[in-house]
């Protein structure tokens, strides 16, 4: 499976069209193996989110689609949002309520996102070490772990001058 476009440390000046269209590409060959549908909404909410490599948050996405003919509805978007969750497209960025997309979609999730207090991107890093770690951790104490998000905040290097 084709990967969106990752964020890169120095996306302040970045063209996020390439980002979405790999985004839009991979979520609809996602849903063609799984025969799921990939409605208009979902589709638009996936470009919204794909947009910036900045968390964006339910409400900003209800103004995004007011105008639109696609029903922004909070119980719709909130749907959406759901379905593209549950499916491995985008993350939810649980201390920003807001959402981000997936850089790896239909793989295994065990997302660590580097987010700028400065400018806000979110970058989403592998780090199977700290995951396995973790799970060793777990298990040692009768935990099974299933999923799990790592989010660290700090200043990336554009905003530090690029060091």
């Known amino acids: ?45 996936l470009e919204l989110v794909w947009s ?33 969750i549950e499916n491995g497209l985008i993350h939810r960025i649980e201390r920003m309520n807001a959402f981000v997309g997936c850089s790896h979609p239909g793989e295994v999730h065990r997302g660590f996102f580097l987010i700028c207090s400065e400018c806000g991107n979110a970058e989403e890093i592998e780090g199977d070490g700290l995951s396995d770690a973790i799970s060793a951790s777990a298990t040692r104490r009768g935990f099974t772990a299933r999923d799990m998000t790592l989010e660290v905040t700090g200043i990336c290097g554009e905003c530090r001058g690029g060091a």
């Open 1 to 45: 499976m084709k990967k969106p476009a990752k964020a890169a440390p120095a996306g302040h000046a970045h063209d996020h069209e390439h980002c979405v269209e790999d985004a839009i590409a991979a979520a609809e060959k996602l849903c063609a193996a799984k025969d799921l549908r990939f409605t208009p909404l979902r589709r638009r909410v």
């Open 52 to 84: 910036s490599h900045k968390p964006v948050g339910a409400y900003a996405l209800l103004d995004s689609l007011r105008n639109e003919d696609l029903g922004s509805a909070p119980p719709t978007v909130y749907r959406a949002l759901d379905f593209l």
